[in-house]
Nanobody, 120 residues
Framework: VQLQAYGGGLVQPGGYLRLSCAAS????????MGWYRQAPGKQRDLVAV???????NVADSVRGRFTISRDNAKNTVYLQMNSLKPEDTAVYYC???????????????WGQGTLVTVSS
């Protein structure tokens, strides 16, 4: 099982980006999917999370600007980021709680991270 994240890049303040993260491999089911971010010299923080039933929650710092969604048929989670600010600059990581085929264990998996830079 692996997660592949993409969609990062350089954007001006006030701009937007859409991140995607697709899970692939021998997957039986996926529970929660989420996005975290880590700025230089800081800890990794939760940005947004969404359940398999599409109930979602976002951090206070991005509420009203970021939206998380998922496509269960594609095993993919998205993060729509609008009104970006310089303080949103970070490496963004996706995370998913997955049960592999033939297993009863729920395990957390991480994507490789994608860099978002907000700068003029």
């Amino acid at each position: 099982v692996q997660l592949q994240a993409y969609g990062g890049g350089l954007v001006q303040p006030g701009g937007y980006l859409r991140l995607s993260c697709a899970a692939s491999g021998s997957i039986f089911s996926i529970n929660d999917m989420g996005w975290y971010r880590q700025a230089p010299g800081k800890q990794r923080d939760l940005v947004a999370v969404i359940t398999s039933g599409r109930r979602s929650n976002v951090a206070d710092s991005v509420r009203g600007r970021f939206t998380i969604s998922r496509d269960n048929a594609k095993n993919t989670v998205y993060l729509q980021m609008n009104s970006l600010k310089p303080e949103d600059t970070a490496v963004y990581y996706c995370n998913a709680d997955i049960i592999e085929r033939g297993s009863s264990l729920l395990r957390g998996y991480w994507g490789q991270g994608t860099l978002v830079t907000v700068s003029s």
